[in-house]
């Protein structure tokens, strides 16, 4: 489709803005082997633009999901009309939020870089370029639901059920890629029964938390991990321990002066040894 097209001229005219800048900062970088706080601020806004930049490719390469699948699709039979659904449904919502994340992180982006002490007006400029990116990926996406809802009614003419994503099969995904996470201070986590308060014994072999045997997890916060790729915690980087086990090099953690992200580059290697997030707030 057109629209599509014209996005990926914007997306590569915003890469193009967006690289420069990389290249400046390295520059910088060389020239000054200690990092002052002035960079160390540059480094983590830019960290935080290249993940919006890398969800905008994400949601394009969705998008020409959709068209591919919605393409043609009164000559298919009926189990794989049922299937598409399904597909199309879950590239939709992926889109939703991934684009929902991205509006967060440059808004808070924008507001902490407005407020430092290091503020860095060719940021703000770049800032400005992603959010007319975003605002205008949001209006196509708008459209694309649009198209979306009409073909709906064709694949529900051409089955046997009304409801494409029948009921066991979204029950079945629910669980299949829920996940959960929670974050507080020490003794938050311990009185609602998450921590429990280690012997000094523990502490000479270089324990700091241990995890209860049992908690309630409906004191979680909870997630898809299909489309949760970060999650924004209003606290500076150096305050904050993961405790759980997730594995290595499936995300970071990113953050300025006030606030982190943790960036999950790989969903499922990140839940794979535990479902369940624990971050103390040191």
């Not at 999901?65 to 879950?90: M, P």
């Not at 992603?130 to 605002?135: F, G, P, S």
């Not at 959960?180 to 201070?185: A, N």
């Amino acid at each position: 489709m057109d629209s599509v097209a014209l996005s990926e001229r914007r997306l590569r005219a915003a890469g193009v803005v967006f690289f420069a800048f990389l290249l400046v900062l390295s520059a910088c970088s060389q020239e000054q082997q200690k990092k002052d706080p002035r960079q160390e601020h540059i480094e983590s806004m830019m960290a935080i633009l290249a993940q919006v930049q890398k969800n905008l490719g994400r949601i394009q390469q969705k998008e020409a999901v959709v068209e591919r699948l919605s393409t043609g699709i009164e000559g298919r039979d009926t189990t794989n009309v049922k299937q598409i659904g399904r597909d199309i449904s879950s590239s939709i919502r992926f889109i939703d939020s991934t684009l929902a994340a991205s509006k967060n992180l440059i808004k808070k982006l924008e507001a902490e870089n407005r407020t430092s002490s290091y503020r860095v007006a060719s940021l703000d400029r770049l800032v400005s370029e992603m959010k007319v990116a975003l605002n205008t990926k949001d209006s196509e996406v708008t459209a694309l639901k649009g198209q979306m809802k009409n073909l709906n009614k064709q694949i529900s003419s051409l089955t046997a059920t009304v409801d494409v994503l029948d009921r066991f099969i979204q029950d079945q995904e629910v669980q299949l890629y829920t996940a959960y996470y929670i974050s507080g201070t020490f003794n938050d986590l311990v009185a609602k029964g998450i921590l429990v308060r280690i012997n000094p014994l523990e502490k000479l072999f270089g324990n700091e938390y241990r995890l209860a045997s049992d908690f309630n997890v409906n004191l979680f916060k909870k997630v898809d991990i299909t489309e949760t790729r970060d999650l924004f915690f209003d606290k500076p980087l150096s305050s904050l321990k993961i405790i759980t086990p997730h594995t290595a090099g499936s995300y970071e953690l990113v953050g300025g002066k006030t606030s982190s992200i943790l960036l999950i580059r790989n969903e499922n290697d990140f839940w794979q040894k535990s479902r369940c997030l624990v971050v103390v707030i040191e």
